[in-house]
């Protein structure tokens, strides 16, 4: 019995742990490049691997180049004219889907943004941001060689709003105008991105989870029954 109780615990446990990929932009085939005008969206960027759209905005002008990206041969990068409230932007179906994770590699030149945040929304328009501020570091990446150095990730488990939804919009935002060298962002700035992934876990379907409270209560009756032998 001891041994029943245990297997379907572990069998619970891995149905509700299991993470799936849902989007992931490695940049190796959409390679986004080219300039756009001051307010013009770069769009389009299809994911590599799953299925979503990256994009980004400048208020002012900017040229989208695929830089190396960390330990492959393109990123997805944007020089000149970066402003407070400039982003990269990915969108990605999560239904069916809860406890949504996103990571990426992040970095710039000396010039560049020093500080970004991340965002996300349900419908494109309204925004929430999500934790504090955080630093990018100046560097260039290897194509060969990849380094965790520049690497993010966020949990947003318990923000419910997002599981189950036809689309949902991450950007990350350039929240400063201090360089990562110190100073004024000035002049050939860049900030470049690589590796997005959204990951989440896959809302248990409901036989699976009348299964567990099945599971539960029978393992609590066992348990009280033995308690009450005793």
Known sequence: M?????????????????????????????????????????????????SGTASGFHSGYASYSPFVGNGSAYSFGATYTWAVGDFFQFAVSTKSYQNIQISYDQVGNSTGPGTFYVAYSTNGSTFTKFGSDYAVAAGNWSYTIPTSANSFSFNLNFITAINGQSTVYFRVVDDSMVAIGGGTVNGVEDDRIDNFLVSAQPVPEPSVMALALLGGAFSTFILKRKSLKN
């Open 2 to 50: 001891k041994k029943f109780i245990a297997l379907f615990a572990l069998l619970t446990a891995l149905q509700f742990a299991k993470a799936n990929t849902l989007a992931e932009w490695t940049f190796e085939t959409s390679r986004p490049v080219g300039p756009r005008s001051a307010g013009v969206w770069y769009t389009n960027v299809t994911a590599e691997i799953g």
